[in-house]
């Protein structure tokens, strides 16, 4: 049996019946707003969390590229090599065999052969000296005494029969005949040839010349010269006091 409300309380239930609507429809504006809420913090932690990714991707990039460099060879340069001053007297030469292709040590140069030179011979800068002579030891015996020495006269020299030297024999013992000699060749170019030749002995005839004490005779020139010759042409300089009288007239 329905009971039949008053006025009054019909009109407080509609009330209280439109207040719960009006708490459930704020209820509900209060959680979409608190899901909204939550929905933009989630969008922005997974934006700050893809930055971080991004940054942390860079930097590994960085590393790995500076590490790369750091243990990277050096380039090769375009510097000509320098080559190492070897010692006054040693030389670079092929190594033993079995040594690496192309392969040289240090050792110690050779010298080179010297140039042979003739007995007598010596070397002055450019020039090749050869000295030469004899020492004489000479005995003259004469039926007539002439009072010289190794110039025996055949004419007016002998003494006549009223002479007292002519009844004297002479005997005489010299080395004036000894002779002192050099001989002197450079060659300044491959065509030029310089020669030069001197010759002395003690047959000088000065008047202190004597054997009586000291035995000093003079020395006396007997040849000296010098010639110059060029290959690539004929004509040959002669001065000086040569003692002979045969010359080139040709080239060679």
């Given at each position: 049996?329905?009971?039949?409300?008053?006025?009054?309380?019909?009109?407080?239930?509609?009330?209280?019946?439109?207040?719960?609507?009006?708490?459930g429809?704020?209820?509900?504006?209060?959680?979409?707003?608190?899901?909204?809420?939550?929905?933009?913090?989630?969008?922005?932690?997974?934006?700050?969390?893809h930055?971080?990714?991004?940054?942390?991707?860079?930097?590994?990039?960085?590393?790995?590229?500076?590490?790369?460099?750091?243990?990277?060879?050096?380039?090769?340069?375009?510097?000509?090599?320098?080559?190492?001053?070897?010692?006054?007297?040693?030389?670079?030469?092929?190594?033993?065999?079995?040594?690496?292709?192309?392969?040289?040590?240090?050792?110690?140069?050779?010298?080179?052969?010297?140039?042979?030179?003739?007995?007598?011979?010596?070397?002055?800068?450019?020039?090749?000296?050869?000295?030469?002579?004899?020492?004489?030891?000479?005995?003259?015996?004469?039926?007539?005494?002439?009072?010289?020495?190794?110039?025996?006269?055949?004419?007016?020299?002998?003494?006549?029969?009223?002479?007292?030297?002519?009844?004297?024999?002479e005997?005489?013992?010299?080395?004036?005949?000894?002779?002192?000699?050099?001989?002197?060749?450079?060659?300044?170019?491959?065509?030029?040839?310089?020669?030069?030749?001197?010759?002395?002995?003690?047959?000088?005839?000065?008047?202190?010349?004597?054997?009586?004490?000291?035995?000093?005779?003079?020395?006396?020139?007997?040849?000296?010269?010098?010639?110059?010759s060029?290959?690539?042409?004929?004509p040959?300089?002669?001065?000086?006091?040569?003692?002979?009288?045969?010359?080139?007239?040709?080239?060679?």
């Amino acid at each position: 049996m329905i009971s039949r409300l008053s006025r009054p309380a019909l009109l407080m239930a509609t009330a209280l019946s439109m207040t719960g609507l009006g708490a459930g429809h704020a209820a509900a504006q209060a959680t979409d707003s608190q899901l909204s809420s939550i929905e933009k913090q989630i969008k922005a932690l997974q934006a700050e969390l893809h930055r971080m990714k991004v940054e942390a991707a860079e930097r590994d990039r960085e590393l790995k590229s500076a590490q790369a460099h750091a243990y990277a060879p050096p380039a090769p340069t375009s510097v000509a090599p320098v080559m190492p001053q070897i010692p006054a007297g040693y030389a670079l030469v092929p190594a033993s065999p079995g040594s690496a292709p192309g392969s040289v040590v240090l050792a110690k140069a050779e010298a080179p052969p010297e140039k042979k030179l003739p007995k007598g011979s010596f070397q002055l800068g450019g020039v090749t000296v050869t000295l030469g002579g004899y020492l004489e030891g000479a005995g003259i015996f004469r039926s007539r005494n002439e009072q010289t020495d190794l110039t025996s006269s055949f004419t007016s020299g002998i003494a006549e029969r009223q002479s007292p030297l002519y009844h004297e024999p002479e005997t005489v013992l010299t080395a004036r005949g000894s002779r002192i000699q050099a001989g002197f060749s450079a060659a300044p170019d491959e065509v030029t040839k310089l020669q030069g030749f001197f010759a002395s002995d003690f047959l000088g005839a000065a008047p202190t010349a004597n054997a009586n004490e000291s035995n000093s005779w003079t020395p006396r020139l007997r040849e000296a010269f010098i010639t110059y010759s060029r290959s690539d042409w004929a004509p040959i300089s002669w001065p000086g006091r040569p003692t002979r009288c045969s010359q080139p007239t040709r080239l060679g």
